[in-house]
Structures are given as C-alpha cells and as structure tokens.
C-alpha cells in the first residue's frame, strides 16, 4: 500500500489533513501512530472529531474503525477528551 487513501477510513479529505501535517505514507502514519497524528491534525484544524481519532486508528490497524474493540474505543475518547 503506498498511499494513505487505500487505507480503510482515509478518504481524500482526511488524507489531505494528514499530508498537511507532514504524514504523507502508510508508514510514517503507522509509525508515529493515531493519537499524534491527530494531535497534529487538531492543531490545524480544531473542529477534528474523536471518530477521526477512530478512523486514523483503523487505518493503522486495517479495520474500519467501527470494529475497533470497545476498550481501544475508550482509550481513544479519555485521549480525545485531554485534548
């Protein structure tokens, strides 16, 4: 896979967030992971939403994000709301 939008959950609008922010291939994303990647989206663009703190996660783990198991769910909402 060399480009984010055929990961699940990235579309078009979400991959451009992401290029905005210097994370331009699957495996940057993978590698500095969900929760900074939107840390860095939320930066720029303060109306970001914890279900795209889902669909970033999704995406590194290949699942739609409405599979995530509910525990990862809650851990993704406790760090949304710290923000």
């Known amino acids: 896979m060399n480009t ?6 990235i579309s ?3 991959e451009g967030k992401l290029v905005e922010v210097g994370i331009d291939t699957p495996q940057l994303l ?6 900074e990647a939107f840390f860095r989206i939320k930066q720029k663009d303060s ?6 703190l889902c669909a970033l996660e999704g ?3 290949g699942i739609r ?8 769910k809650q851990e993704l ?7």
């Open 65 to 72: 994000w409405h599979f995530l198991p509910d525990d990862i």
């Open 12 to 14: 078009k609008v979400i």
């Open 30 to 35: 993978k590698e500095i992971g969900s929760k």
């Open 77 to 83: 909402k406790a760090f949304y709301k710290t923000l």
């Open 59 to 61: 995406a590194i783990q």
């Open 4 to 9: 984010l939008h055929e990961l699940p959950n």
């Open 47 to 52: 109306t970001s939403c914890v279900n795209m």
